[in-house]
């Protein structure tokens, strides 16, 4: 039995030297595998952080265990752009210094994946939703968790605060959007409108309507002081992933697992634009500053620029090497952050396209040396060394 590079696992036959079976299934290189002592089963560690069972009969994998996963599902700039936020798949919630590149904060007290992270208006708290189905308000000075809230009965997808940092809106794969009053941490209203996982929110400039983009291939506009849905917005063929307002409140945009961007008119509901060049689900979009521009990011792991004005793409960022969950733009708009699937987060330089700065979160077994350790398989071995040790031996 052999494991390669090429993500795969192949079994050999000894006399005659021929490939008699090809296991798929790893998304990054097999760094090792075991037999099993009766033969019928094969184990195989990978760079892709997780250990995976294989039946040597079918070769077919029937267990997967994983690993440390730092999947960055949302990237949010401060309001004063030199602080880049993340949510992580491993349960945290990481700022950075955009000049450095460097962690500069981890936020813990999730106990499952964080989905989404937004800054107050005034930069001080930040809050996060997760698939533990709860809010954390989190002090960003300290790092100390200021708040949960609780009432979501799924997992929290996406959450936005309000221009006066006095309410914070959620949504929910519970099909719900609800506000939350952000002193008190009480719900005081909920929205369930929706027919499926409400994937995104967000408050307009002025705070006085709310976009919601779901699963049901629906936008939603509401009335942010009564909680009435005042328009429905039609015409995506799949689900909407993500809304977001244009900073003057005139457009709202929208990504689609149809592969498509579309422009609406805030005020009519009418879709003025539909955009194509993606080739898979679009996740996330955002606005210039202003407004010239908007950017989208996809399954199909490329960023796009878009000229708001000809619906014409101008750039395509490309280096990530899975799916990218989410997109933004730092305050001067020079700056686009996207996080993706592969762990990583990055940079760009909003004019030439090039990727400024390449941010990881560090292994959960970062530094750790394992040279010499005994008893270890080698598939527990390749695991750690995915998990950040290191063996001089190897």
């Not at 930040?126 to 709860?134: M, Q």
């Not at 959007?177 to 996982?197: A, K, L, P, V």
């Not at 679009?282 to 908007?294: E, I, N, Q, Y």
């Not at 080698?378 to 290191?390: M, N, S």
């Amino acid at each position: 039995m052999s494991c390669s590079a090429d993500k795969t696992v192949k079994l050999w036959d000894v006399s005659m030297g021929i490939c008699v079976r090809t296991f798929i299934g790893h998304s990054d290189r097999v760094e090792c595998v075991t037999f099993s002592q009766d033969g019928q089963i094969a184990v195989s560690g990978g760079f892709d952080h997780t250990i995976r069972f294989w039946d040597c009969q079918t070769g077919k994998c029937f267990k997967t265990y994983t690993g440390y996963s730092s999947w960055v599902s949302s990237v949010p700039f401060s309001p004063c752009g030199k602080i880049l936020g993340s949510g992580n798949f491993d349960c945290t919630l990481r700022l950075w210094d955009v000049n450095t590149g460097s962690s500069v904060r981890t936020f813990t007290g999730h106990t499952k994946p964080v989905c989404a992270v937004a800054f107050s208006p005034d930069g001080e708290t930040i809050v996060s939703g997760s698939g533990d189905k709860t809010l954390k308000l989190w002090d960003v000075s300290t790092g100390n968790c200021i708040k949960t809230f609780t009432g979501h009965t799924d997992w929290v997808l996406s959450v936005a605060f309000s221009p006066d940092s006095q309410t914070v809106v959620s949504s929910s794969s519970d099909n719900t959007i609800r506000f939350w009053d952000c002193r008190t941490g009480q719900c005081f209203r909920t929205c369930t409108e929706h027919s499926n996982w409400v994937f995104s929110v967000t408050f307009s400039p002025c705070g006085k309507t709310l976009a919601s983009g779901s699963f049901d291939y629906s936008v939603k506009l509401w009335d942010v002081n009564t909680g009435n849905c005042i328009k429905t917005l039609t015409g995506h063929t799949n689900q909407v992933c993500s809304a977001a307002f244009s900073f003057d409140g005139q457009t709202v945009a929208s990504g689609s697992a149809d592969q498509t961007v579309k422009l609406w008119d805030v005020n009519t509901g009418n879709c003025i634009k539909t955009l194509t060049g993606h080739t898979n689900w679009v996740w996330s979009v955002a606005f210039s500053p202003d407004g010239k521009t908007f950017v989208s990011s996809s399954y199909d792991r490329t960023v796009r620029l878009w000229d708001v004005t000809t619906g014409r793409c101008i750039r395509t960022l490309t280096g990530h090497t899975s799916e990218i969950y989410s997109v933004s733009f730092s305050p001067d708009g020079q700056i686009v952050a996207s996080g993706s699937d592969d762990q990583t987060a990055r940079l760009w330089d909003a004019s030439t396209g090039e990727c400024l700065k390449i941010l990881r979160a560090p292994g959960l077994y970062e530094g750790m040396n394992i040279t010499g350790v005994t008893g270890l398989t080698q598939a527990q071995k390749a695991t750690l060394i995915a998990l950040g040790a290191h063996d001089r031996g190897e």
